[in-house]
């Protein structure tokens, strides 16, 4: 090769190699932004619109459809304190396609006290943790209380005088109100409805004068008067309610409760989907909209992979199971 020639065989050789490299560099980048493999997700909230639930399936959606390149739908299944929509969701195929929102009543909760079909702990596998908020003790406006003592006070006058509202028998809002009354020592009768929006409508429609409610369903409400919060059941006061003290506060320190979310996909899904589900959802927690509207909503800080979470779940059998029984409550 003469010298003449060189210099044209290293320009063509450069001009390979960054051919190459862009080549490369362009089949890697259609590599991440590869579409999740369902065209459509169903996300499966287990209980009514206006519930907390609803609230936060409607807050991720957006996110994930931007991030997985597949149509996200909410799809409502409420009823029977959400053993509908999960095991909806338990029974469907193992493809990643079709996800719950769930909550701990229909995980961990539900379990003690209904004759399932199947085990919701076993049956769905765990992807991201996303939200975990506080109760709050509140009452219809009539009720003449502005504190947990005077709540008391007007319900010992007039035993089994007042009913207290929740979505359905064994939710931690059912749990929270016969922990309650065991607590103060009060009797009220349990009013369960098939989700937590019906069961607020109805309180502030003066049907059910007493309840417990998370964070984020009951804001809205209190900031516009219909509700009278009393106390929220969290280790701390709630960013949403910090005028509001907590149950600790006011004299109860065992009624400290938290109501978490997080999203599920039938056992058997492939491992890299649950991942893709898994990393979407915390880039989706980690967008400083929804960041921000988790705090508006009262959320404590969530964060980890779904590793984390299946072991979270498992430390959240015994806890409530022990709950349960510390109630004494029962399906109505």
């Known amino acids: 090769m003469n010298t003449q020639t060189l210099p044209r065989v290293r320009a063509a050789l450069a001009l390979s190699a960054a051919a190459l490299i862009s080549h490369s560099a362009a089949a890697a980048a259609q590599t991440v932004a590869e579409p999740y493999p369902c065209r459509v997700i169903t996300l499966v909230s287990p209980y009514p619109a206006g519930g907390t639930t609803d609230i936060l399936a409607r ?3 957006p996110k994930l459809q931007a991030s997985l390149g597949a149509t996200v739908i909410v799809d409502n299944r409420g009823g029977a304190s959400s053993n509908i929509g999960t095991e909806y969701v338990a029974k469907a195929a193992p493809d990643g396609c079709t996800a719950l929102l769930g909550n701990n009543t229909g995980i961990v909760i539900n379990r003690n006290l209904y004759s399932l079909r ?12 996303v939200a975990a908020m506080p109760l709050v003790l509140y009452v219809n406006p009539k009720v003449p209380a502005a504190t947990v003592a005077e709540l008391v006070s007007v319900l010992k006058a007039k ?3 007042y009913n207290f509202a929740s979505g359905g028998s064994g939710s931690p809002q059912h749990l929270a109100g016969e922990l309650f009354k065991l607590a103060a020592g009060v009797d009220m009768q349990h009013i369960p409805y098939k989700g937590q929006g019906p069961a607020m409508m109805d309180v502030i429609a003066g049907q059910v004068q007493v309840a417990f409610e998370t964070t984020a369903a009951l804001y809205p409400q209190a900031q516009a008067g219909r ?12 960013d949403a309610f910090p005028a509001v003290p907590t149950m600790r506060e006011a004299g109860y ?3 400290a409760l938290t109501n978490w979310y997080g999203v599920f996909v039938p056992t058997g899904v492939a491992q890299d989907r649950v991942q893709r589900l898994s990393a979407a959802l915390t880039a989706a927690l980690e967008s400083p909209d929804v960041r921000a509207k988790l705090t508006e909503l009262g959320s404590e800080p969530v964060s980890g992979t779904s590793a984390d ?6 430390e959240e059998v015994p806890l409530w199971e022990t709950t ?3 109630s004494g409550a029962k399906v109505d």
Do not use: E, M
Request: charged share 20%; net charge positive; no cysteine.
């Open 159 to 161: 035993p089994g005088g």
């Open 309 to 314: 979470f299946q072991r979270f779940i498992k």
């Open 253 to 255: 320190p065992d009624l």
């Open 324 to 326: 349960v029984k510390r």
């Open 227 to 238: 509700v009278v919060p009393l106390a929220t059941t969290g280790a701390a006061r709630s």
């Open 59 to 61: 807050l991720l959606a």
């Open 118 to 129: 199947l085990d919701p702990v076993t049956a769905l596998q765990p992807v991201a943790k």
